[in-house]
């Protein structure tokens, strides 16, 4: 039975997971940087222990610091959330060794889904579609070159250990590909510690869409439908949404047989995503597997109904999951902005400092999930997302028309957000019309008014 979780995260997931073990009657114990001694998630745990120094990697990222801590206040179980040590096979190994629930699946699943090149080949065995690609770690820039031409340029060279749109390199011709092969080298072995690369066919203006995935130990597993996340930049989600605009009904149901399978092929236990890439004309193309909660979650949440930290925490517990296939409804749609303490008139650049005045939205059908308050300081340390606004309703019209009076209502003053560019694309009348796709964001700002993030525009 778990009585007591070790919180292994930060910021809004830190906070999302107290409050869902707050409701299942777990302790909580928040671990934390210098730098997060004030954040929320510190101050609602009911225990806290300070790891050190706010660098990621002298902190969030010391699994040894993680452990004692764990070992000292006697947990039973430990939540990674997203990033830091949450897809590290390794720290999963550790926990399971010392034995301390690690939730989320196995680590020998967290390795052979981690190494995307290996996850290819998994679900291609399975019979799920792949985007043409190397089968494998290309060694070098000559031999990559040859595979490029042979299966014909656009191609994206992308890291095996890749994330976070890291270590990701279009090419368009022979000419550029070895620069762009090493250049990408060099990102990879810098941000993963590993070099490896392979790379795919590059698709022209695809839709990104995922499926939620739940696994329980006793061979149950189901999808919980998908997330359109096409609105990124530089490919990272900005926006994301359920149901996609764009399945129907059937193509719903093959995508997610295709997802069941790829979580089948790799024994998956608890939640995990499966992604796709899908073409205009409905053809779906598997891409990466994510073995952890996702940012994005809440979207799935507020369209089904189901909380899938708790589902999370059950699984890990040994439970069945609560719910069959059948029973999976999205009733609602959902759409997720990614709030950022950063300047889209300058380049999108990281704005951290201290927050003044904040006010944050509420009412029917609004939900924020933020670990920030008047008064907080967002550190330069880590990412910049300072909250996850969430609106939901019976249709995708009432959801947008949400989003937009939640995001106008919202006061952050002392530092700059992107809310006016989520204002200007919730309105936009492409996005509203679900034509976006992962080319969207680049071609918006290529005709958005040059005045449209001006100061004067935003107070
Ligand atoms: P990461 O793990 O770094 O997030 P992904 O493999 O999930 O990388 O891809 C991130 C995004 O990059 C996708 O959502 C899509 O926008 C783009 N992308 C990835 N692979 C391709 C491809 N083969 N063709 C076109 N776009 C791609």
Known sequence: MIRKILIANRGEIALRIVRACRELGIRTLAVYSEADEQSLHVQLADEAICIGPAAGNESYLRADRILSAAEVADVDAIHPGYGFLSENAEFA?????????????????????????????????????????????????????????????????????GGGGRGMRIAHNAVTFAKEFQSARLEATKAFGNGSLYIEKYLANPRHIEFQILADRHGSVIHLGERDCSVQRRHQKVIEESPSPFL?????????????????????????????????????????????????????????????????????????????????????????????????????????????????????GVR????????????????SMICKLISYGRTRKIALDRMYRALSEYIIRGIDTNIEFLKAVILDPAFRQGE????????????????????????
Request: aromatic share 8%.
């Open 93 to 161: 190994e550790q926990c399971e060794s010392c034995n301390i629930t690690f939730i989320g699946p196995k680590s020998e699943t967290i390795s052979q889904m981690g190494d995307k090149a290996k996850a290819r080949e998994t679900v291609a065995n399975a019979g799920v579609p792949i985007i043409p690609g190397s089968e494998g770690a290309l060694e070098n820039d000559i031999i990559a070159t040859k595979f490029a031409q042979k299966i014909g340029f656009p191609v994206i060279i992308k890291a095996v250990a």
């Open 248 to 364: 129907d009904k059937s193509l719903r149901n093959r995508m997610g047989k295709a997802a069941i399978k790829a979580a089948i092929a790799s024994e998956y236990i608890n939640a995990g995503t499966v992604e796709f890439l899908v073409d205009e004309k409905g053809k779906f193309y598997f891409i990466e597997m994510n073995t952890r909660i996702q940012v994005e979650h809440g979207v799935t949440e507020e369209a089904t109904g189901i909380d899938l930290i708790k589902e999370q925490i059950q699984i890990a517990s040994g439970n069945r999951l609560s719910m069959a296939q059948k029973e999976v409804v999205m009733a609602k749609h959902a759409i997720e902005c990614r709030i950022c303490a950063e300047n889209p008139a300058m380049g999108f650049i990281p704005s951290p400092g201290r927050i003044g005045l904040y006010y944050a939205p509420g009412g029917h």
């Open 368 to 383: 924020v999930d933020s670990h920030v308050y008047g008064g907080y300081t967002v550190s330069p340390h880590y990412d």
């Open 436 to 459: 976006a796709t992962t080319s969207y964001v680049e071609e918006f700002l290529s005709r958005a008014p040059k005045d449209l993030f001006d100061k004067k525009n935003q107070e």
